[in-house]
């Protein structure tokens, strides 16, 4: 089993002490680095994206919701916080755990627990899906995905782009949520606010620029190699 990589962040840096020492005591999980501003740590996930992020909400400028809802699909959260009443918001995030401080070592034992629990389940053999359900004011509209250009997020909502649609289609809902509904072969998440389905691609210049419909995307620094991989399985 390989360790469980992670970042820390807390606008506190005695917090952030505190956390670095509990993941240097707990096998299988290491911290690659630590942030007291949310900013910063959200530039960083772009570039080195990890499987875990230990996550203040009360924070200046960026709250540590808002800054969940914008990590890739593959990193998993956990909160921790002095404020019990997040305990609810936490869980339409689909974090992993809640902290509430003081946090007592145990309890930091038990949420890495179910983090590693989480990365150790096994893949299904359902079918996969070949659309899903968006909600549009009073009303449920099922996608196809085959239909599917690219997705556009902007904080709390997303914009889907069809193809044979002039306008996009608007829905609450976030970036990490639509990218766990997208099949993984046939969508990429080449920018922090953007999914393209790669099928649908035109054509890609020098500069690692998508041409999708009528979107330029260019793909930014933390999923270069992801795409870049992709590419290159695609050339002769």
Not at 91 to 116: C, G, M, S
């Amino acid at each position: 089993m390989r360790d469980l990589t992670c970042f820390i962040v807390d606008d506190e840096p005695l917090a952030v002490r505190m956390l670095e020492n509990y993941v240097e005591r707990t096998p299988g999980i290491r911290c690659t680095a630590s942030f007291t501003d949310p900013q910063e740590a959200l530039d960083a996930l772009d570039r080195e994206p990890v499987d875990l992020l230990f996550l203040d909400i009360q924070m200046p400028e960026l709250d540590g919701l808002e800054l969940s809802r914008s990590v890739p699909a593959a990193t998993r959260v956990i909160f921790t916080t002095a404020f019990k009443e997040y305990a609810f918001d936490s869980y339409e995030v689909n974090a992993i755990d809640f902290l509430l401080k003081p946090i007592r070592y145990q309890k930091f034992q038990k949420a890495v627990e179910k983090a590693q629990q989480w990365f150790e389940r096994p893949a299904t053999s359902e079918p996969e899906a070949e659309s899903m359900f968006i909600r549009q004011d009073s009303m449920l509209r099922q996608i196809d995905f085959l239909r599917i250009l690219y997705v556009c997020g902007m904080k709390d909502y997303v914009n889907i782009y069809l193809e044979g649609e002039k306008r996009p289609l608007v829905t609450h809902l976030t970036m990490k949520a639509v990218e766990a509904q997208l099949p993984p072969h046939r969508f990429m998440r080449v920018h922090r606010s953007y999914i393209v389905a790669l099928d649908k691609i035109r054509a890609v210049d020098r500069n690692l620029c998508i041409y999708i419909g009528e979107e330029v995307i260019r793909v930014t620094e933390g999923y270069r190699e992801g795409f870049e991989k992709y590419l290159e399985g695609k050339m002769p």
